[in-house]
């Protein structure tokens, strides 16, 4: 071929040659032309020409990048399917793995979620091991690659045939079949709130090469922020169902709780009895029971553990478990309670908790009102007239005090008209808006102003007063009255 335009003989007579402009390796040819005509129509033609095959080249170029790129969309138009079709994570996470594996050729790759509780990037998935047999990762470790690009929140990759990529992560030592990676950090924006990094993608062991392209990270990143996403709406989820659990146990401890409190007809026959148990959530520490002594006899305990909430329960569930052996057992309340101390000694002590705790025993036969109250200082006898009377303490509240020294008191006590009084002190600490407290002179004044009605009539007065006074009381309430 000539190197410019100009006449050319062949075997059937000469013919004038042009190269086209731009496009290399093509040529023009006028054949049958007069002398002179064919420089002047190649000068017209060429430019056209150039312009067909430029614009059939860029065409063939456009198909080409479609088809090489039409993977990456089908396994993104497939990643946003598996997302939007199930909620558990591992399952999700796994799915991905294989499929960006198998599209940027990673033999080896896994996916790396962060745990707030303990610090950690845990391995959700895995390809070319069990991501049981990846170890967790600190995201303050300064040897990992991982929690380097959690840290950065940026890509970490390494092209050994690049010298300003990321140093090598001595993938020899680590059994990999190439020393190229490419890690990239998954994260998520809430609406309104900063960008976060909620996990990690990692590839190694290239396939067909060792080096991922740019078009490799360019998809992982597309990926790692579908991944985002659906990494919070898991979390949420699971949030939420176990959420959803604890209030049902919350609710099951409530109930199973209150159930170990006795109804009021245990008593019935032998004296009236109300009594309301108001944990502060939904379970707590104040406790009462009561039960029959024979003779006419009848005990009753009311306590509060110095705390609320799980704690305090577990404490008052021991402390009811006791209080029924010991007072059956017992002669004198100050007996009751001395055994009480003696068999919880040992769980106040390791738990560092103490309660105070008022029992009595009513004899209708003696008329007498017998009682040990260790550090319980809501306990009254309000008479049929008069003022109400105090049952002061005899003893330490339970765990704070030695063993032994528990005394014992007794008030006459006048059947059919006398009220026996307890409750616990969430109910007169109450404080409303202002932070002015419900008090004891107002419970003491709403008892005597309506002890001639039944006790149950007495305690609703009470306690729809506390209510309207303290919406939100801070402590668990309790209130016993008695009349026998």
């Known amino acids: 071929m000539p190197r410019a335009a ?5 075997p059937t007579g000469s013919v004038w040659l042009a190269p086209v402009p731009g496009v290399e390796g093509f040529w023009l040819e006028l054949g049958d032309m007069a002398d002179g005509a064919a420089p002047a129509a190649g000068e017209r033609i060429l430019p056209v020409v150039g312009a067909l095959l430029e614009a059939e080249r860029n065409r063939a170029l456009v198909g080409e990048e479609l088809a090489s790129r039409y993977e990456e969309i089908d396994l993104l138009y497939a990643i946003s399917e598996i997302l939007g079709q199930t909620v558990r994570l591992e399952e999700a996470a796994q799915t991905i793995v294989r499929e960006v594996s198998a599209v940027v050729g990673a033999r080896r790759s896994s ?17 070319g091991f069990a991501a049981d047999g990846l170890e967790p990762v600190h995201v303050h470790d300064e040897r990992s690659i991982a929690a380097q690009v959690f840290r950065d929140r940026r890509i970490v990759s390494h092209d050994p045939a690049d010298p300003t990529t990321e140093p090598g992560a001595g993938g020899a030592a680590r059994g990999y079949r190439g020393v190229a990676y490419l890690s990239v950090p998954i994260c998520y924006a ?28 360019k998809l992982v990143s597309a990926i790692a922020s579908q991944i985002g996403a659906a990494i919070e709406n898991a979390r949420l989820v699971l949030r939420d169902r176990q959420q959803q659990r604890l209030r049902r146990e919350l609710e099951l401890a409530h109930d199973l709780q209150l159930k ?41 305990m009311l306590g509060d553990v110095a705390s ?9 569930a021991l402390v009811m478990s006791a209080a029924g052996i010991h007072a059956a057992a017992s002669v004198t309340p100050d007996e009751t309670l001395s055994a009480l101390l003696d068999s919880l000694s040992t769980e106040l002590s390791t738990t560092e908790m103490y309660f105070t705790v008022f029992y009595g025993v009513l004899d209708p036969l003696a008329g007498r009102l017998a009682y040990a109250n260790a550090g319980h200082p809501y306990a009254f006898r309000v008479p049929r007239f008069g003022e109400p009377e105090r049952l002061e303490t ?10 032994g ?14 009220l026996l009084v307890l409750w616990t002190d969430g109910l007169v600490e109450a404080r409303n808006a202002a932070g002015e407290p419900f008090g004891e002179q107002r419970l003491l004044q709403l008892v005597c102003d309506h002890r001639e009605e039944s006790p149950d009539d007495i305690l609703r007065r009470v306690l729809a007063e506390a209510n309207a006074h303290a919406v939100l009381p801070a402590d668990d309430r309790t209130l016993l009255i008695l009349r026998m």
């Open 190 to 217: 809430a609406p309104g709130g900063p960008l976060r990094c909620v996990g990690v993608i990692n590839l190694t062991d290239r396939i067909g090469g060792d080096r991922f392209t740019t078009g490799d990270r």
């Open 394 to 403: 005899t003893a330490p509240p339970l765990g704070l005090a030695p063993h």
């Open 260 to 300: 170990l409190l006795p109804a009021p007809d245990v008593l019935h026959g032998d004296a009236t009895v109300a009594a309301r148990c108001m944990p502060a959530e939904s379970v707590g520490g104040d406790f009462y029971t009561f039960s029959r002594l024979g003779r006419g006899r009848v005990g009753v």
């Open 405 to 418: 020294g528990i005394q014992r008191r007794q008030v006459p006590w006048s059947v059919g008209a006398d």
């Open 111 to 127: 996916i790396m979620v962060f745990d707030e509780a303990s610090g950690m990037l845990r391995a959700v998935a895995a390809r």
């Open 308 to 316: 609320h909430g799980f704690s305090a329960a577990l404490v008052m």
């Open 6 to 10: 100009g006449p050319v003989p062949t």
